[in-house]
Nanobody
Framework: QVQLVESGGGLVQAGGSLRLSCAAS????????LGWYRQAPGKQRELVAR???????NYTDAVKGRFTISRDNAKNTVYLQMNSLKPEDTAVYYC???????????WGQGTQVTVSS
C-alpha cells in the first residue's frame, strides 16, 4: 500500500491562500495519477484537481483559475496551491494516488481547510 501524508491545512480568511502538500512513500514514476479531493460536512467527496504522470491536469469548475496542482518528483510530493479562498472551499482535503504498477488506489488521512468569511 502506498502511504500518503498530507500537510498544510488550517484556518484562513476569505481571499487568503494556503498550500497543501502530500508526500508519497513511493516514486512518482510509479504513480499514474495524483489527485486532491475534498469533502464538506454533509456532502459527498469530490475531485478538486488531478495531475497525471505525463503532467496533464484537470480541475473542477469551482476552483479553476484559483487552485493549481503541481508535483516535485525529486521529493515524491504533490502540492495544491489554493488562492482567493472562499468559505465554500471549507472541507477536509484528501490526497489520492493511483498506481497501476502496484495495483493500488491510496488515500491520505485528510487535512482540514477552513475559510472564514
Amino acid at each position: 500500500q502506498v502511504q500518503l501524508v498530507e500537510s498544510g491545512g488550517g484556518l484562513v480568511q476569505a481571499g487568503g491562500s494556503l498550500r497543501l502538500s502530500c508526500a508519497a512513500s513511493i516514486s512518482m514514476f510509479n504513480i499514474n495519477a495524483l489527485g486532491w479531493y475534498r469533502q464538506a460536512p454533509g456532502k459527498q467527496r469530490e475531485l478538486v484537481a488531478r495531475i497525471t504522470r505525463d503532467d496533464k491536469t484537470n480541475y473542477t469548475d469551482a476552483v479553476k483559475g484559483r487552485f493549481t496542482i503541481s508535483r516535485d518528483n525529486a521529493k515524491n510530493t504533490v502540492y495544491l496551491q489554493m488562492n482567493s479562498l472562499k468559505p465554500e472551499d471549507t472541507a477536509v482535503y484528501y490526497c489520492n494516488a493511483v498506481s497501476v504498477y502496484y495495483g493500488t488506489n491510496s488515500w491520505g488521512q485528510g487535512t482540514q481547510v477552513t475559510v472564514s468569511s
